[in-house]
């Protein structure tokens, strides 16, 4: 059973950093896409970027470019979110997803599994 659990959420000064992590388990994501979404209260849900776990390549959305960076770590099949420069509006739940697509993967219906879901909160 596939399981993705975020980590790494809570509360932080706008200007910090926190650094979000998502577990994955129940297959060989090795061949997979891993992207990170939020979602704000009374928005849609966004994509911040993606990494592909073969090769590293990462795509970030505009919105986060220069502030958020993606990685992983194989051996942990771990995917990260660095997230530096916080501002308030960054305040959301924050998902990871994985996809077994490929080519540019920018939608929610392109990614199969879903993690619940870590909370972030920036005070200003």
């Known amino acids: 059973q596939v399981q993705l659990v975020e980590s790494g959420g809570g509360l932080v000064q706008a200007g910090g950093s926190l650094r979000l992590a998502c577990a994955a388990s129940?297959?060989?994501?090795?061949?997979?896409?891993m992207g990170w979404f939020r979602q704000a209260p009374g928005k849609e849900r966004e994509l911040l970027g993606y990494i592909r776990w073969s090769n590293g390549f990462t795509y970030y959305g505009d919105s986060v470019k220069g502030r958020f960076a993606i990685s992983r770590d194989n051996g942990k099949n771990t995917v990260y979110l660095q997230m530096t420069s916080l501002k308030p509006e960054d305040t959301a739940v924050y998902y990871c997803?994985?996809?077994?697509?490929?080519?540019?993967?920018?939608?929610?219906?392109?990614?199969?599994?879903w993690g619940q879901g870590t909370q972030v909160t920036v005070s200003s």
């Open positions: 129940g297959r060989t994501f090795s061949s997979y896409t």
């Open positions: 997803a994985a996809s077994s697509f490929f080519g540019i993967l920018v939608r929610q219906s392109q990614y199969e599994y």
